[in-house]
């Protein structure tokens, strides 16, 4: 595995409004496409929510694959605690790994539960019957929907990588 100092690599990215690197238009493409195939890659997902002090709370997930526009769908139980935080505050951060251990995907967004039986009906993983006891993904199945404002890539093998005198990420803000 190669640590993340060996991802830096030539070139860089000019710095955006908040300080992260922003990724100039003509990269733009280029690190959303990259952020789409790294997250579909990785399978498992680390979703941060912010408990009722603040403190950010990280748990494993098993998202769908984003859609175009990277908003990113995952189920979960209706009393979990995620459920409680998203619903006082839907600030929520995803963390993907690449399997390879050579590049991430920050993905900073808002989260809202989704308890459409539509929406529920199309997002079912057959792996996930042991979990809910309404087998017709009633009340205890709900969905979550993560709608992005920034992501952030890092990545070695699209030669993305962090800028190198203050180790930022390229970043694009979405609408």
């Not at 640590?3 to 922003?22: H, R």
Request: net charge negative; aromatic share 6%; with cysteine.
């Amino acid at each position: 595995m190669i640590g993340f100092p060996a991802l830096v690599l030539a070139g860089s990215i000019a710095a955006g409004p908040a300080g992260a690197e922003q990724a100039p238009a003509s990269e733009k493409e280029r690190v959303l496409a990259a952020a789409g195939e790294l997250m579909r890659a990785a399978g498992l997902c680390a979703l941060v929510t912010l408990d009722a002090s603040g403190a950010p709370q990280a748990r494993a997930m098993q998202p769908f694959p984003p859609e175009q526009d990277l908003t990113v769908w995952m189920a979960t139980n209706a009393r979990t605690r995620k459920v409680d935080e998203i619903r006082k505050d839907p600030r929520v951060t995803l963390y993907y790994l690449a399997p390879d251990g050579t590049g991430y995907v920050t993905l900073v967004g808002r989260a809202a539960v989704v308890d459409d039986p539509a929406e529920k009906a199309k997002r079912w993983m057959p792996t996930w019957d042991a979990f809910y006891e309404d087998a017709n993904r009633g009340s205890d199945y709900v969905l979550l929907r993560v709608t992005p404002s920034r992501v952030e890539v890092v990545s070695a093998a699209h030669g993305i990588a962090v800028e190198p005198k203050g180790w930022k990420p390229a970043s694009v803000d979405l609408p």
